[in-house]
Nanobody, 118 residues
């Protein structure tokens, strides 16, 4: 059974930083491209960052230069360092393995709420 457990969210002022963590179980973590998705109120869930098994990263234009994704295969954990946060980054953040066409491979975890105040 796949489990994805996200943590690290919170309330932060604009310009601040947060570091999200996601630990996965039930998958062979090291061979999967992992991604961070987010869903803001009234909007569709979107992929904001992904990292391949070899560490190649890709970002949505909206977060490029501010967010950094990384992974620790020994801990089955993927991270998202978020700097220079903006109110429009407010969303529930989720991790998942990323499949073809950037679709998530597994059921979602509970996510972690990020709220950025202006």
């Amino acid at each position: 059974q796949v489990q994805l457990v996200e943590s690290g969210g919170g309330l932060v002022q604009a310009g601040g930083s947060l570091r999200l963590s996601c630990t996965a179980s039930g998958i062979v973590f090291s061979i999967n491209t992992m991604g961070w998705f987010r869903q803001a109120p009234g909007k569709q869930r979107e992929l904001v960052a992904q990292i391949t098994p070899r560490g190649t990263t890709n970002y949505a234009d909206s977060v490029k230069g501010r967010f950094t994704i990384s992974r620790d295969n020994s801990k089955n954990t993927v991270y998202l360092q978020m700097n220079s946060l903006k109110p429009e980054d407010t969303a529930v953040y989720y991790c998942n393995a990323v499949g073809r066409m950037n679709y998530p491979k597994h059921d979602w975890g509970q996510g972690t709420q990020v709220t950025v105040s202006s």
